[in-house]
């Protein structure tokens, strides 16, 4: 069996789903993980402001990826390992194909997020990440902050086929990985540069933190995951999870409802 070193685990759709926080029984395991001298770190496309609560709530000091792997970020010092922003033009073109399309669009800096208007939607978010929004002219930011990120959001079926038309549009300025949310059925959008991505912010840790990668565990649910899929050691999907990522996986857990996350750690950690 192996003497894992590392846990790294998603939050939407793996670490909590309904609800802001993870369900007792994950995180009595993921406390469990951590008495066994098992480094835990997330691994999302979140913002770090909005991991905030949860990292409190798990007590899990430490190195941490956000940004969908455009951020290695130290807590709770809140000190940046790594960054790879947004290139300026992207993010102006990003706001453009956004208003085009009449989809809803975040724009993340390391500890702000913006949004151009206050509606249903935007107080979901609001409530789901804890985290209060900046409400401004998006484009008034593209030359005065270093934009790390910006999140497309669709709620339906419709919407989603635009923001495939804006992923199409923008491929060759920035990456857009998208990851669904089975809590609520939307879909997240996580538009970051090029070179950036969970598996190359997964090493970026590894490499800081002297583990090898035979020692890590990796746990997700959406297509943001291949890349650090394709870097850890184990994988564990999500039962909710797109067959590209099962593919992947050594082992695929219960769904999110069904306390998945725990379910991995009790089989290959505890």
Known sequence: MTDYKLLSLDVDGTLIGNGSYPTPRVTAAIHAAKAKGVTVALCTGRASEACYHLLRHLELDGL???????????????????????????????????????????????????IEQETELAQQQQEKLQITPIVTDLTTLVNRIKIVKGQVIATNAAEKQRADLLTQEIASLCKVSWSWDPSNGMYFGNAISRFASKGTAFREMTDYLAIPLHQTLAVGDSFNDLPAFEVAHTKVAMGHSPDALKELADWVAPSVDEDGVAAAIEKFIL
């Open 64 to 114: 941490h990826i956000f940004f969908d792997g455009a951020a290695v970020v130290n807590w709770p010092n809140n000190e940046l390992v790594f960054l790879q922003a947004l290139p300026p033009h992207a993010a102006e073109r990003l706001i453009e194909l956004a208003r085009k399309y009449e989809l809803f669009l975040e724009i993340y800096a390391h500890d702000f997020y913006f």
